[in-house]
């Protein structure tokens, strides 16, 4: 072996492989902890115990797939498909209010009927924007004010639809993202003003004209005062959490899985989670979700392009930002909202996206490593 074949190799290994083996334990990680936190409700519903099982199981192999595709993509040539990305996402948000072909569960309009599946077209939009904004800021070596309005609109055309389904919590984290990557690229400071100020106010709005959220802003500043409304989903989350211990009841053993924790198996599993497997398997957790999203800004950072160094920052913020909120809302750090977990949750629309990305990671850094079988 040459010593360029093993330097090729040793970078190759210690920029993309830690991002891989961290995202594949967590997708693999995710179907057990579907199995743990759902098979109650799912005997319950369906007859069949392993039913949200089957269906992650089935929508990782698809995961897996496309990350493969992706990890041996010329990711560049990914910024041309950006403008026909964020139409296509933009298409399938606004598809969602067509009767027949959306689908509403538990008063939102989130999901499209494909026949054969369902899909949450939010989960799509939120990396089409990030490969648009890559894309445009690529463009230019400062950005210009005509691509930050360009911007600006893609951002808030999506976050409008968003909100419309309605979904607070996507558009909130679509909003960080987009606020995160502007300040990744340089954009001047009083430019955020222009955006901050309206969004701000938007926000103020958005939960005055919603009484629900006003009532979730107040369950979560007190629980204990609606136990069995509004404050109910973060009390019995504090009892999975808080019974859980150092180490768990241990794995199957769950509690709050006999239909005392609402949505277990998908905004809430990181609380069964806690409940078997204790503040050390937690911990754990966390430590993995770590080791990818510090891969993933480190592929960013050494990142032979703007825009490859753009769309890989974009991603792991995307990551990163919606890890760290629904941990936030699960422990009560922050007013509850409907955010999965990345990887863990279920549902095969984030599942298939979020293994998509980590593939265009990976793509990203093997055109760092010189490894000549990494496009198709």
């Given amino acids: 072996m040459t010593r360029a074949l093993y330097a090729t190799r040793k970078k190759r290994f210690f920029g993309s492989s830690p991002l891989i083996l961290s995202a594949s334990f967590l997708a693999l990680f995710g179907i057990l902890m579907q199995y743990c936190a759902s098979s109650y409700n799912a005997q319950i519903q369906t007859g069949d115990e392993f039913f949200f099982v089957k269906k992650q199981a089935l929508a990782a192999v698809a995961a897996f797939a496309c990350m493969f595709v992706l990890s041996r993509t010329d990711i560049k040539k990914l910024a041309k498909f950006a403008p026909a990305a964020l139409v296509i996402a933009i298409a399938a948000l606004a598809a969602v209010f067509i009767p027949g072909l959306g689908v509403e569960r538990y008063g939102a309009t989130r999901w499209l009927n494909l026949g054969i599946a369902t899909v949450q077209p939010s989960e799509f939009a939120k990396f089409a924007l990030v490969l648009f904004i890559s894309a445009v800021a690529a463009r230019d070596r400062k950005l210009r004010a005509g691509s930050f309005a360009l911007i600006a609109f893609a951002a808030g055309s999506v976050c409008l639809l968003i909100m419309l ?14 606020v995160f990557m502007l300040f990744a690229i340089g954009v001047k400071l009083r430019w955020f003003a222009l955006l901050a100020v309206p969004a701000a106010a938007a926000l103020v709005v958005l939960i005055a004209l919603e009484p629900y959220r006003i009532k979730r802003l107040l369950a979560f500043l007190d629980p204990w005062s609606s136990p069995l409304a509004e404050g109910y989903q973060l009390i019995q989350s504090y009892y999975a959490l808080g ?22 198996e998908s905004d809430f599993v990181f609380s069964i989670v806690g409940e078997e497997l204790g503040l050390i398997g937690c911990a754990l957790v966390i430590a993995v979700f770590c080791v990818l999203i ?42 509850p909202t409907g955010l999965p977990m990345p990887f863990l949750s279920s549902g095969g629309s984030s599942l298939l996206m979020f293994m998509s990305a980590v593939g265009a990671l990976d793509g990203i850094a093997r055109s760092q490593s010189g490894d000549p079988g990494h496009k198709m």
């Fill in 294 to 335: 510090v891969s993933g800004f480190r592929i960013g950072a050494r990142a032979d392009n703007r825009f490859e160094a753009f769309f890989a920052a974009g991603i792991t913020a995307v990551i990163a930002l919606q890890t760290l909120l629904n941990i936030a809302v699960v422990t009560g750090s922050i007013p």
């Fill in 243 to 264: 019974s859980g211990g150092w180490f768990g009841v241990g794995l199957f053993n769950s509690r709050q899985k006999y239909l005392f924790l609402p949505f277990a």
């Fill in 165 to 178: 389904e309605p979904n607070m919590s996507i558009t909130v984290l679509v909003a960080l993202v987009t």
